[in-house]
Each structure stands twice: as C-alpha cells, then as structure tokens.
C-alpha cells in the first residue's frame, strides 16, 4: 500500500508538523511569485498567487498564453527551468496530517516528492516515450527510479491500473510506443503518473492535439478515476470546455494573477470579473443559439513592466481611476468565489441587467 | 448561384513504402460564388489534402478540380496564373508563414511588385500601409518596418490574411487559420475574415477540426463532414449541427466537449462499437466507418461504399441505413 513519503522522510522535511487536522487541503499555496531573469530584466511570470486545492477535488486553471498558468503548475513540482526565481511565496503540501513547504525542499525530498506524492504530465508527453522500449520496460524504469524495486508489485498495480483507464494492460505492456494512438498513449501516461498513488495529480493541456473522439475517452477515464482514486487534480488549460467538463473549482488567470476563483458554475455563468465575462463570451458553443461572439479588445501586458493597477485596466470596459492606479486584492464575494475586482458590483449589475434584456428580446 | 469551384470525385493517393494511401477518395464538393463551405474532420481525415488540391497546390491523382468551370490542370499557363491569383490561402500556423528576414512591409510588397499591382517601390508601400488598415493593423506606420518576431500570434496571422489580399483573390482557403490563436483574439480574426464577403464577396473554403468554430464561422454556409477521406455528410450548417444525420457527425457531436458545464456532462453520447480509428494504410472495405457504427448492417456496410445521397433540406448522407430510412419515409408519403 502507500509509504507516506513525509512520514519516511520527516527529518528532511522543513517546517514538517503533525497538525493531524484530516480537512487540510492538500496544496495551500500562499503569495506565490515567479521571475525569469531575461536580459531585458525580470519577467514576473507569476505574480502573488494564493490558492487551495482539497483532496478529491479537480481545480483548473485557465487562461490565455502567457498568463503564467504552466509556470506555476511547474513552481508546484520544482521543475522551473534555471532562469526562473522565487521571490516569495509558501505551498504547504499536507498528506495524512504532515505537512511542509514544497518550495523549501531539498534535493533529496524532492525526489521523494516527486511521483510519491505529486506527479505532473506535461503538454504533448503522451509524444515523449522512449520510443525503442517497450512501455512495460519504461513502467518499470520509473517505478525503479522513483525507489518501488519488486517488479511483481509494480506489475500488479499496473494492471489495476491500466484497467482503470480502459486498457488492455497485456496488449498495451508489451507495446512499442509507436503501436499505440495518442490517446492510448496519454492514458498509459495517467496510469504512470498514478503508479505510485500520489495524492496531487497536475495536468498541462492533457487534451491537446488530440481528436476529438481521443478527448472524448480521456475526459471519460479522467472522470472515472475521480470517482475510484482520492487525489487533488490540478487542471492546466487554455481549453475552458475541459475545465466545464472535468473541474469542481476555476481560476482564472491574466497576466500572471489570478483575478477569478469561484465554483465552476459561478465560472461559466454568473462570472464577475470582466476578464472572465470577457473569455467566455468569446468561445463559440455548438449548443444553445447562435449568438455573436465579442472579442476582448487589446492583447496581454508586457510582464516585465507590467500596467499600474489592475493589469487588466487597459482591455478593461468597466476601468476607473481606482483600476489604474491600485491592484485590487482577490476578495471573497459569495459562496465559494472570489474575485479581484474593484468594480465587480457593478459588472455584475451591469451583466444582470444585459441578460434581463436579452431575455425580454427573446420573448 | 455560381458554382465557383467544383470537386468531381476528386482522389490523392500517396505511396508510403510500398504500400498506397488513399488520402482523399472519390470527393464531390461544390463551393458556391460568395459562399462558406466549412471541412471539418479528424486528423487523417483528409480535409488539407482536399484544401490544397482545391488552391492547385497538389495535383489530384484522380477527378478534377474545376474553377468557374473549367479544369484547372487543363487551363493554358495564363488562365493557371490568373486562377492562382484569384485563389489565395491562409496556413495554420502564423509563426512558421511568414519570412522572418522580411519587414512587413517587404513580406506585402513583394507579391505587390511580382504581379504588378504596384507601379512602383513608393506605390507598393502605399497599398501595403493600405492593407494594414483592412486587417485592423492600424496605424500602418507602426507594422511596415517590423519583423514577424516583435508581432503577436494574432497579429502575424493578421499580416497573413493582409498577403493573401493583395493579389485581390475571389476564393481564399483558410486551413486550420485559427487553431493556434487565443480565444479572444479567435473571434476577431474570424469576424473580420466574414466581413470581407460582404466588402468583397469573398468566398470562402474553411478548414478546421473545431465544429464549434465552424458552426460560427459558416452560420449561413455549408458544412462537409470528412471521414477517411470521403465525405460524409454535407449540408446548410444550422441543420448539420442541429439534426445532425450520419452516425460518425451524431458521434462527434455528442462527444465534444463544451465550455457549458451542464451542457457538456450532460449530453447524450453516441456509443461506437470500437474507438480504433483505422489506419489509413487499411481502409475498412464498405463504408469506412462501419467497424465503429451503430447503426452496422452486417452484409451492405461492409460491402458496398454509401453513395452521397439527397435525403432532403439541402442535406447529402454517406450511409445505407439513413438513407434507406429516408427512401422508406418519403415512399410512406401519401401522394398528392
């Protein structure tokens, strides 16, 4: 079964302490922030992010490119490339009551941490298998790396978990990785990423350059698992129908911050922040009337100087003086959402009104 | 209307090896004077390969591309220049289309001077400041002198579109143009790209896998369904996405997943028998989709390729059985 790696290791865990409080989310990630040193200066790729994700919940986070959302999925493993520094921030992992800052590891737990508690599966990896070794090889390599040294266990659970995502574990073991379409692959992938029973589980675009039919299977394997496993799901995409699809709670993100985290009904139809408004009036839908679509207007900010204010404010339909000169904190605002806006009572008002109006038209 | 250009059982096949892939196989399509006709399909579908035989990019390995009538693999050299002119394309990829050692201005200039739209260097540089302004680049002054590098995703394709209308086309093929853009930036390309049928009548073969896309793109055109190289499925969009007909549009439609949580959990799926999608090299015989169809006749659908077939409200289907359910329905019609 399961070595709570932080019970194992707690002598090199920093700030590791038994609260044994069960509800602990299993990421608490407090203020963080991302730089990467260019020669131009800094580019604060993420800026101030706080956020929780509890167990057995699906959190996604979507935005546009470049809003930082793949940077910070890669601050939560580690994996930043060279150029980028943490100036600041917390992300307290828990697991069983234990609980410690991922950002303050050392190499050692790292590696323990990495695929133990926490596995991520990058954009476009279901391409990145060794292609002159067999998938069983290559399950086994990992298991191996990461510590798991009897084949027949690792062999038993995959099995389990190869059925799990509707494979046909003999078949797909013994397969070159070329045998295998892209959505076998990438489900080989969630079941290699689940080997070692993580409690964190992170996704960067696993729909990507997938057919339709493909997605279609791996949304529907995604979701069984949910129902069979206890992990936290941390979903990156710029895709918001996979976000409608899979999540339990959106952040938006723009320009490195979030300015939007709410439930995911509040997110797709009573969203406050104009970004969000913004996103969501812009994605053509196959169902429901046809309706015109409105762009956002302007493009992103640069984020090595980033706007005064509200880095939204220049795009911004709803800016005052107050957006252009003051960051407005991420503010609770309901049940489950919360938005940084210093206008959204009226936006909200403003959206009301439209929809009262459109309805009037209709009838 | 006009037919513009006319797809007669057009065929590709490549050699891989030494076996043969039949990319595109035997597909009619007809694109009329100021018309969207959308492709949409899977990868592998062949819905590029139809693309660029119907630009005269690829010559067909059977059938014939017609443009306002006339086989454009018969035309003299002048009527090929003059057709290959009025016919302009859009890629997918705005990062890899564009010259990177070329200014903006240099990149609009050139097709300019070649086809001798421009008197001169002066002039050029006029009408390429002037395109700028068609395609929201504005002001002019602040792209000529740039390089693709310091644009944006949306901008650069917004220079692609300007490139393709200097040579003032009729017909342009847009593959895949906006999957690689933002979502906000998405819907301004495509509105500015539906606004010039009305400034110019232009007429429009639109390629993308995103149905969603096509239905907002071609509201008021058609939507071809592709599926290992055939044509499936073709008809006025509403209806196609609506009351969709053959059984692979119903599958990808129920399985599309929708920025509409209620919506897309909730939505009746089409189960299929298997979610292998053959290879190309081995082409199911029949109906190539009838290994994952539940509507399968043992004994016809693996036998006999469906015929496109007029089943009504401007509607073509490429299968046995709902055409059979059609010819049943109409015969049970009392008459007169």
Request: aromatic share 6%; net charge positive; proline share 6%.
């Amino acid at each position: 079964m399961q070595t709570p790696v932080l019970a194992n290791s707690r002598s090199s865990l920093a700030g590791g302490s038994a609260s044994g409080a069960a509800q602990e989310p299993t990421l608490k990630v407090d203020d963080l922030w991302v730089n990467y040193k260019t020669q131009r200066g800094a580019v604060q790729a993420v800026r101030g992010v706080s956020f929780e994700v509890g167990l057995g919940e699906t959190l996604a986070f979507i935005g546009e490119s470049g809003c930082g959302k793949t940077t910070l999925g890669l601050a939560l493993i580690r994996l930043l490339p060279k150029t980028a520094v943490i100036p600041r921030g917390k992300a307290i992992y828990s697991r069983n009551g234990l609980a410690t800052d991922l950002l303050k590891m050392d190499q050692g737990a790292l590696r323990e941490f990495r695929w133990k508690e926490c596995a991520m599966i990058f954009q476009g990896a279901q391409n990145a298998f060794n292609p002159i070794l067999r998938i069983r090889d290559q399950v086994l390599d990992t298991a191996q790396a990461h510590g798991e040294s009897n084949p027949n266990r690792v062999r038993e659970r995959v099995l389990e978990l190869f059925r799990l995502v509707s494979l046909d574990p003999e078949r797909v073991l013994n397969a070159y990785p070329h045998e295998l379409s892209g959505g076998m692959r990438q489900r080989v992938l969630l079941a290699l990423g689940l080997l070692l029973d993580p409690q964190l589980i992170i996704l960067d675009e696993p729909t990507t350059a997938l057919d339709i039919l493909t997605v279609r299977s791996v949304i529907e394997v995604l979701r069984d698992l949910r129902k069979q496993i206890d992990f936290s799901l941390i979903l990156i995409s710029h895709d918001l129908s996979l976000a409608a699809e899979l999540a339990d709670r959106v952040g938006t993100m723009y320009a490195g911050m979030l300015v939007e985290v709410a439930n995911v009904m509040d997110t797709y139809y009573h969203p406050y922040h104009p970004y969000t408004i913004g996103l969501i009036r812009a994605v053509p839908t196959l169902s429901g009337e046809h309706r015109d679509l409105i762009s956002i207007p302007g493009s992103p900010p640069d984020l090595i100087t980033p706007p005064k204010g509200c880095a939204f404010n220049p795009r911004c339909p709803y800016a005052t003086d107050e957006c252009r000169e003051q960051q407005p904190p991420l503010l609770n605002v309901g049940v489950d959402h919360q938005v940084a806006c210093w206008n959204w009572q009226t936006v909200v008002a403003d959206q009301g009104s439209r929809l009262i109006m459109g309805a009037r038209a209709q009838a | 209307m006009a037919a513009m250009m006319e797809l007669f059982n057009l065929e590709r096949s490549f050699k891989i090896g030494r076996s043969t892939v039949r990319a595109v196989d035997g597909v009619n399509l007809r694109v009329n004077e100021g018309e969207v006709v959308c492709v949409v399909g899977e990868s592998g579908c062949g819905k590029t390969t139809t693309g660029k035989m119907a630009v005269g990019l690829l010559r067909p390995t059977g059938g014939e591309v017609r443009y306002r009538g006339k086989d454009i693999w018969q035309m003299t050299p002048a009527e090929f220049r003059k057709y290959r002119q009025a016919v302009q394309i859009i890629h997918q990829d705005p990062y890899s289309s564009l010259n990177p050692t070329q200014t903006i201005g240099d990149i609009l200039a050139a097709p300019l001077m070649r086809h001798s739209i421009a008197r001169n260097r002066l002039d050029a540089r006029n009408r390429a400041a002037e395109l700028l302004r068609t395609v929201d680049l504005t002001p002019p002054n602040d792209f000529l002198d740039k390089y693709p590098h310091q644009l944006s995703g949306g901008q650069r394709q917004r220079v692609s579109v300007a490139r393709a209308l200097t040579v003032h086309p009729s017909f342009i093929m847009a593959d895949e143009a906006v999957s690689m853009l933002d979502v906000s930036i998405r819907v301004s390309l495509l509105k500015m790209l539906g606004r010039f049928r009305k400034e110019m009548g232009m007429t429009y073969l639109f390629i993308t896998h995103d149905l969603a896309v096509a239905r907002f793109f071609a509201w008021d055109g058609r939507i071809a369904v592709m599926y290992l190289g055939r044509v499936v499925e073709i008809g006025p969009t509403p209806r196609l996405i609506g009351e969709p007909q053959h059984p692979y549009t119903k599958a990808l439609l129920s399985a599309i997943p929708e920025a509409d949580p209620r919506a897309t959990r909730n939505k009746e799926r089409v189960a299929l028998r298997s979610m292998d999608v053959p290879s190309l090299k081995n082409v199911p015989p029949g109906c190539s989709f009838h290994p994952r169809c539940p509507l399968f006749v043992p004994g016809l659908c693996d036998v006999e390729v469906p015929k496109l077939t007029d089943i009504g409200h401007a509607t073509e289907v490429a299968c046995h059985v709902v055409a059979a359910e059609h010819a049943r329905a109409e015969g049970s019609k009392v008459p007169g």
